[in-house]
């Protein structure tokens, strides 16, 4: 009968959150060993995940996050088998922050590592580490590891699982040893109120209002299209007539424009409802999702170019109109204005679908409903003020030839949004086919063809006699042409802030011109003997190659123009990145809480000089020091408000020079 020998031990210690500051500790550690008589054993490691936070997977890209790996410093009598095996598959999506698809667990994961004890009267001893790396919506933290070891000695008639309890977080004891870290001072811990990550405040109601106004602008796109603006005067003549009286038209026609927002905002709530605002959101960022809205949006812009004319079918139409004849009263007016709704489709699909795709990225569950109803009020305006002020209607625009430029020019528009998508699919699978400076050079011949379009210089087959250009249409076409000449530097690595949302990452560009700016340095003591030298304060920045909200930071603020020149002019930038994976010559063995931490490489030891000196472990974390190695300014966590950013490093200065 075999015999299972199981013994499980506890990694992880308690978090120690203390009056000092705020140590970060969302995953906790479990391990066991189990051997059969056969001599076939299994290691188990078991990790619980706070909720919010997620553990990269064991597969990350190159130029990604930390991936969770196994460590064997060593291995005695056994032989492994295999690779360590998760016992579930990770979630994956398309990060555009590493504009690669990455995968991580939530919530759990068990992780088990068979072997084969190789001579069971002589025992084994197996020690080793899991490095790993968490994030959440907010920070990351630092790598981590959590060591492990395994003993069964000949003498004895179990194993023992002799685990060093401890993910590598939380400090409560100076190092006593530490003979590879040069000037002792500046190691000193200082006082820090460590308040926990910041969150960008008012990013919610700030994305809503963004999403909102996308919408209504796209409402009135809409509105100017053949398929919506010849309806106006039709509609509102109807109603007039209908009525008998100028102010039940009016109030025929106010109920009219409701009734498409009720249509448009009901079309949003149930997508929402239906898919969710996180499955939104997976699908905005999933490969195979913007490959084939990349061929729809084509497939529209095709259309806007007078090739075929998408509509949906004629009955639904049929059916709607027949609805709104046999009712009367408010069903009547709904059933027209969805009458209106299926006419339209063929010029609102493409700017509904972009919306609703903008919508869904934003992660929040009244985004696409928000959304539709910015479209729905722009698009029910007019029906409401020409009914209210039917004199109006003789100084409105005809239809005409107009329309169709505006649908041809919505075309454009289109193919170049469309290439967005397709960006993130090469992007996620590494084809290589639309890297920057293709990107960039795809639209600047379709911003230059539209230029020349609306310029009278470009004519498609169905566009009518021209009598020449208005200055409207003249004003479009000079801001399509200089919009052009501003894409033409990014062919040389220009950042082209303006559209940095739009483009592939600057990584990408093969050729690039445009380097310089400030100089960093990599190096703790050599930053801080440099900010001695030039007589600047420092700005330490701890960071990671892994951390999402370190790369929006320097996007969002660091890039920024006032920022950057009081970096420039005023300090000494330190960047510290604590998933660097460069070995140490050698490691050295600190202790936190009363147990030894062996610091292997140099993201170790800046981690954990984070965790020593300032009591926190979540990226990005900024504070501004003297030479001396005291606090100056800080800490700022991740925040996109630059006028909060340029207060933190105006106080350092101000405090420096004190």
Known sequence: MAKRLVLSTLVLLSVFVSVQGQILNPIKWTSSVSVEDNGMGTMTFSAVIEKGWHLYSMDIPEGGPVA???????????????????????????????SMKLGWW???????????????????????????????DATCQAPSNET?????????????????????????????????FSSEELWQPVDVQNEGSMEATGTSSRSLWYIFFAGFLGGLLALLTPCVWPMIPLTVSFFLKKSGSRGKSVRDAIIYGLSIVVIYLALGLFITGVFGASKLNELSTNAIFNIIFFLLL?????????????KLPDSWANKMDSKAERTTGILSIFFMAFTLTLVSFSCTGPIIGTLLVEAASMGDMTGPAIGMFGFAVALAIPFALFAIFPSWMKNAPKSGGWLNTVKVVLGFIELALSLKFLSVADLAYGWGILDREVFVSLWIVIFGLLGLYLLGKLRLSHDGDSNGVGVFRLF??????????????????????????????????DFNLYGGGFAEYYDYEEGMREG????????????????????????????????????????????????????LPEPVTVEEYGKEVKLRTIGDKWSYLQRYKF?????????????DGSLAAGPVYYDEDVEKFTAFLNEGISKFKE
């Not at 060593?74 to 990770?90: A, F, H, Q, S, T």
């Not at 395994?150 to 040893?177: D, G």
């Not at 472990?617 to 003297?626: A, T």
Request: with cysteine; net charge negative; glycine share 6%.
């Open 68 to 98: 969770t790996s196994f460590n064997w410093d060593k291995i005695e009598g056994v032989e492994l088998m295999g690779e360590p095996m998760p016992d579930r598959k990770p979630h994956e999506e398309i990060d555009e922050v590493f």
């Open 106 to 136: 939530e919530e759990n994961v068990t992780i088990t590592q068979k072997f084969k004890v190789v001579d069971m009267a002589s025992g084994y001893d197996i020690e080793g580490y899991i490095n790993y790396m968490l994030c959440n």
């Open 148 to 180: 492990f070891r395994f003993v069964e000695e000949k003498s004895q008639s179990a194993p023992t699982v002799m685990s060093e309890p401890k993910q590598e977080v939380a400090v409560s004891q100076p190092v006593n040893a530490r003979a590879d």
């Open 298 to 310: 084509v497939v529209f812009a095709i259309s806007f170019f007078g090739a075929f004319e998408i």
């Open 476 to 509: 479009l076409g000079i801001i399509s042409l200089a919009f052009t000449v501003y894409l033409l530097p990014g062919l040389w690595g220009a950042p082209l802030k303006s559209v940095s949302a739009f483009v592939p990452p600057l990584y990408t560009q």
């Open 532 to 583: 001695a030298k030039q007589g600047k304060p420092i700005l330490v920045d701890f960071s990671g190659y892994g951390c999402v909200n370190c790369r929006k930071m320097e996007a969002a603020v660091l890039d920024n123009n006032e920022v950057r020149r009081l970096l420039e002019d005023n300090f000494v930038m330190v960047k510290l990145m604590v998933d660097d994976k460069t070995q």
């Open 615 to 627: 009591k926190a472990n979540s990226q990005p974390y900024y504070v501004i020091l003297n030479a």
